[in-house]
């Protein structure tokens, strides 16, 4: 992959190539995010934008009823800076995916204004990496998640409105937990090899044609 990175930097600016790298610098997989069944363009694309800005890097995707729909004016291009993984090789996903992260080390972190437990500014970020777990627009998260769970979170209200819009509610907890993660000891920073690996990413999507560049290029080196 290095011989590859090399030759796409080339096609580049230095500016871009430096704002890459800043960017990187920034970028975690200790807090993860799980849509669960979106059905809305416009919740869907402000999500992403969001963990975009937060440096949120892996958006796990959950279709079982919904198709999950990007409305590109909103989201800004985020998409293509963020790794989606998707979910839908059958009627119901939800459970191989908090099987797939529980293996990967996170701990199940469902979002529920209804459910009595953590509130934001007292959840505990040493204890592990975190998979936030949101639901559906109007059902909100479903059994699955709150029968596997490891833990619920809730953000303080005090009107009569009974939830925050789905976007809403993403922002305000990433901006929270990652403001917070920053300022801890904890090793929330990709190793070297991810930042490689998403560098080499972002330098594809970047440059046009790159797939003949490489092509062409690494023969002629070979």
Same mark, same amino acid.
Not at 69 to 93: C, F, H, M, P
Not at 181 to 187: R, S
Not at 202 to 212: A, E, G, I, T
């Given at each position: 992959?290095?011989?590859?990175?090399?030759?796409?930097?080339?096609?580049?600016?230095?500016?871009?190539?430096?704002?890459?790298?800043?960017?990187?610098?920034?970028?975690?997989?200790?807090?993860?995010?799980?849509?669960?069944?979106?059905?809305? &363009?416009?919740?869907?694309?402000?999500?992403?934008?969001?963990?975009?800005?937060?440096?949120?890097?892996?958006?796990?995707?959950?279709?079982?009823?919904?198709?999950?729909?990007?409305?590109?004016?909103?989201?800004?291009?985020?998409?293509?800076?963020?790794?989606?993984?998707?979910?839908?090789?059958?009627?119901?996903?939800?459970?191989?995916?908090?099987?797939?992260?529980?293996?990967?080390?996170?701990?199940?972190?469902?979002?529920? &204004?209804?459910?009595?437990?953590?509130?934001?500014?007292?959840?505990?970020?040493?204890?592990?990496?975190?998979?936030?777990?949101?639901?559906?627009?109007? &059902?909100?998260?479903?059994?699955?998640?709150?029968?596997?769970?490891?833990?619920?979170?809730?953000?303080?209200?005090?009107?009569?409105?009974?939830?925050?819009?789905?976007?809403?509610?993403?922002?305000?907890?990433?901006?929270?937990?990652?403001?917070?993660?920053?300022?801890?000891?904890?090793?929330?920073?990709?190793?070297?090899?991810?930042?490689?690996?998403?560098?080499?990413?972002?330098?594809?999507?970047?440059?046009?044609?790159?797939?003949?560049?490489?092509?062409?290029?690494?023969?002629?080196?070979?």
């Amino acid at each position: 992959m290095n011989k590859e990175i090399e030759i796409l930097k080339k096609f580049v600016t230095e500016q871009r190539l430096e704002r890459f790298y800043e960017v990187l610098e920034y970028r975690t997989r200790y807090i993860t995010v799980v849509l669960e069944d979106l059905y809305q &363009p416009h919740n869907a694309s402000a999500v992403l934008r969001s963990c975009d800005i937060m440096g949120i890097q892996d958006v796990h995707i959950i279709e079982n009823e919904n198709k999950y729909v990007v409305n590109k004016e909103i989201a800004v291009g985020a998409s293509q800076w963020l790794t989606l993984k998707n979910y839908n090789n059958k009627q119901n996903n939800t459970l191989d995916t908090i099987k797939e992260l529980k293996k990967q080390g996170y701990r199940i972190v469902a979002t529920s &204004p209804h459910r009595d437990d953590v509130e934001l500014k007292e959840f505990d970020l040493s204890k592990g990496k975190v998979a936030l777990v949101f639901g559906s627009e109007k &059902p909100g998260i479903s059994d699955i998640v709150i029968e596997n769970a490891d833990e619920f979170l809730k953000i303080d209200m005090y009107g009569f409105t009974e939830s925050f819009n789905i976007s809403v509610s993403v922002a305000l907890i990433i901006n929270n937990l990652v403001e917070r993660l920053h300022h801890t000891d904890i090793n929330w920073k990709l190793t070297e090899g991810e930042k490689k690996e998403i560098l080499f990413t972002w330098l594809k999507k970047s440059v046009k044609d790159s797939n003949n560049i490489l092509k062409k290029l690494l023969k002629k080196t070979s």
